[in-house]
């Protein structure tokens, strides 16, 4: 893993450096390969296709699901069911994605950023109108932690998707600044997260939570409960790419 996010890191300081110009003198053409691209959309058709998809997976938090299992629930969600009662995460945290998010996460790249926000828009383009949340709430950093980073990846998703929405993006409040989460099973996890959140206005019937990266979802179901306590009856969890339960 140390490997992985030191050549990431390498890799995307190349990106940062070079994508500006890459793209200023080749626009309209793919952010992956530099083919042509159709529908004025940053990816050509290949490489949308060969993208790490996270297909098929739990519907109920979104874990990777044994290839060939179509609309199933994961075993922890049978036994233990998460506070939300959906998450949408269509990709996988590998690959090309994973250098995205580092990018995104760590250099605050706006070209990876608003990458991720289309590929996430376009994996949201099948929910139906019935079923589209009426606000967005972003996962907030510690007021701590917000001052140390300068830069909230999960607040800027969702200001931007609720703008492209057209649907409020209501602001969570972070209580304490919870110790690391590496390391913790799924248990321990919802335990360290247990009333860490508050949302201080009432919100609408149904919501969804936003953040980058879902690893167990005990973050999100933290949020969720919060949620619930401000009124919420149905909270759905997006986020953009999901990485396997530990």
Known sequence: MKIFLTAAASFSRLLTRDDGWIRRAMPGHCAFCLANTQEAKPWCEACLLELPWNLPA??????PLPAGLARQICGACLKEPPLFTRARVPLLYREQIAILVWQFKFSASPRAGTL??????HALEELPPSRRPQ???????HSKRARARGFNQADWLARRLA???DIPCIEARRLRATPSQRGLDRRKRRRNLRGAF???APLPSRVALVDDVMTTGATLNALAEACLSAG???????????????
Do not use: F, K, N, Y
């Open 58 to 63: 739990c519907e109920r938090c979104a874990e």
């Open 116 to 121: 991720l926000l289309e590929l996430m828009e």
């Open 135 to 141: 606000a967005l709430v972003s996962v907030p950093l």
């Open 163 to 165: 703008g492209r929405l």
């Open 198 to 200: 508050v949302l201080e």
């Open 232 to 246: 919420a009856g149905e909270v759905e969890a997006w986020a953009i790419a999901r990485t396997p339960r530990e």
